[in-house]
């Protein structure tokens, strides 16, 4: 007797449309959180890594971000931990334009140490109330409904078809085998 596994359904992968990347953005900064979304559509985080963020976490000089731990709703808490696997655990390069909206995004809140703090708390940006912000800007600017995570695809892509080798995009992303990576693009 041989136990058949469940087959993973994969799940189509969705992107931003190019043509809807400038109205998402120009929303965002409507919302006061172009910074974030910015940061997000060009660095691909998991959304866990990208609302952990600390100024600390910045080099403005070298121009790059270190990814060391996520935030999660758990039990009704944000719980701050180690990122998804060892591998993402890393450092990136951020664009001199991503620097420079970091930079002004930190005189909005110089003595806070989350790099995008809740507008609501001032503490750390809950997962699920930025998630519901990414929702309510597709709904604005007419486009269709993706995933945030896919918004990571969006980004991917992206480096893609900038000729950025697949081996390069798993060390960006974070995926701890080639396979993931070669798998989902």
Not at 157 to 183: C, P, V, Y
Request: include cysteine; charge should be positive.
């Amino acid at each position: 007797y041989k136990r058949q596994l469940p087959k993973m359904e994969k799940r189509e992968m969705k992107v931003l449309p190019e043509e809807k990347i400038r109205p998402y953005l120009m929303e965002a900064d409507k919302r006061g959180l172009l910074a974030p979304f910015y940061l997000e559509l060009t660095t691909g985080l998991r959304r866990g890594e990208l609302l952990a963020l600390l100024w600390t976490d910045l080099d403005v000089e070298n121009r790059t971000i270190s990814i060391t731990k996520q935030v999660t709703h758990t039990k009704g808490e944000l719980v701050v931990s180690q990122p998804k696997t060892h591998n993402s655990i890393r450092v990136l390069p951020v664009s001199q334009q991503a620097v420079e909206l970091l930079v002004e995004e930190h005189k909005k809140h110089p003595g806070n140490p989350y790099m995008f703090p809740s507008p609501k708390t001032g503490g750390m940006f809950d997962p699920d109330s930025f998630r519901h912000t990414h929702e309510k800007i597709l709904k604005t600017i007419g486009a269709e409904h993706i995933r945030f995570h896919d918004l990571r695809h969006t980004c991917a892509s992206l480096l893609l078809a900038n000729g950025i080798s697949m081996k390069q995009i798993q060390i960006w992303l974070g995926h701890s085998t080639f396979s993931t990576t070669a798998d989902i693009y």
